[in-house]
């Protein structure tokens, strides 16, 4: 049998900073709209994870490529508002992404 | 922000444009027209039956209410816009019929000749949504993203076009 993996995609999430969540309280908020909408089914077999981005009210989410458009429509229906920055196949690549960015100018344009 | 959503341009409402220079990438949304269409493209936005008329370019329509006025009101080339905004706050049920109401709005428009627009509705940046969203969303309720795109920049173009072909030297 082959052993095949299955392809992932990795995003970038901002969300608002004066509302302060821990990433994996946000994480736990994304899982469990995610189950809402498209089921706990959905929800296993997406294999959502959270990733350290090493950066204020940034997470990095991991998911499998085949629910990847059930994942943004979940993150455009949670509250708080979170946004999709960033949307790469590698992890290296995403923090390269984001970093690229200036995710501070951003949010201090937005305050 | 625009470049980092995918976004080629973004509607503001009018009273954020003082701090705005004109560029290609700006719309602004106006109740009437203001001295600053002179140098934005703009469009007439309305969220009241009531007030809507000719010149309404853009009517804001809540999914869950009723459309028998909206039937006797839409007339050709009007751009009905649903904000996705309102989902937030609304539990799984709820945006089940969400979804449902916003396809029978789309087939709507489509045997109507209006312009079907989903936006973002966002306040601040935080709440801006990307253009990938955007599409996972469309896809998602039967839309076709390309299909959309190319409507949606023709219907644009038309309401730019009729701007300036009719201005008075």
Redesign the interface.
């Known amino acids: 049998m082959l052993n095949h993996r299955e392809k992932r995609r990795y995003l970038a999430v901002m969300y608002e900073g004066d509302i302060f969540f821990q990433p994996n309280q946000m994480h736990e908020k994304i899982v469990s709209r995610f189950k809402e909408l498209f089921g706990f089914l959905h929800a296993e077999l997406a294999f959502l994870k959270l990733y350290d981005s090493e950066l204020d009210s940034i997470l990095f989410i991991g998911c499998k490529l085949k629910y990847l458009d059930d994942l943004l429509v979940s993150l455009s229906m949670t509250q708080p508002s979170l946004t999709v920055v960033s949307l790469s196949g590698t992890l290296k690549k995403l923090r390269k992404n984001v970093a690229r960015l200036n995710i501070g100018n951003i949010k201090n344009n937005a305050n | ?1 625009t470049k ?2 995918d976004l080629d341009l973004i509607g503001i409402d009018s009273t954020n444009s003082a701090n705005i220079k004109p560029t290609e990438n700006i719309v602004l949304r106006m109740d009437k027209k203001y001295p600053t269409a002179d140098y934005f493209h703009y469009l007439l936005v309305s969220d009241n039956v009531n007030s809507m008329d000719g010149k309404t370019d853009l009517f804001i329509v809540d999914p869950f209410q009723r459309k028998d006025i909206l039937k006797r009101k839409a007339k050709r080339g009007l751009g009905i816009e649903i904000s ?2 309102s ?6 049920t709820m ?1 089940g019929r969400w979804i449902k109401e916003v396809k029978s709005i789309y087939q709507f428009c489509k045997s109507n000749n209006c312009q079907f627009i989903l936006s ?1 509705g ?1 306040n ?7 253009a ?2 955007f599409e ?2 469309l ?2 309720m039967g839309i076709s993203p390309n299909n959309y795109w190319e409507e949606f920049s023709e219907w644009l173009d038309s309401k730019y076009k009729a701007r300036w072909t009719y201005v008075k030297p």
Not at chain 2, 87 to 92: F, H, S
Not at chain 2, 124 to 130: A, K, L, Q
């Open positions: 922000m980092i959503l996705i905004t989902t937030k706050k609304l539990d799984g945006v973002s966002a601040s940046v935080n709440e801006m949504i990307s990938r969203t996972s969303i896809k998602f």
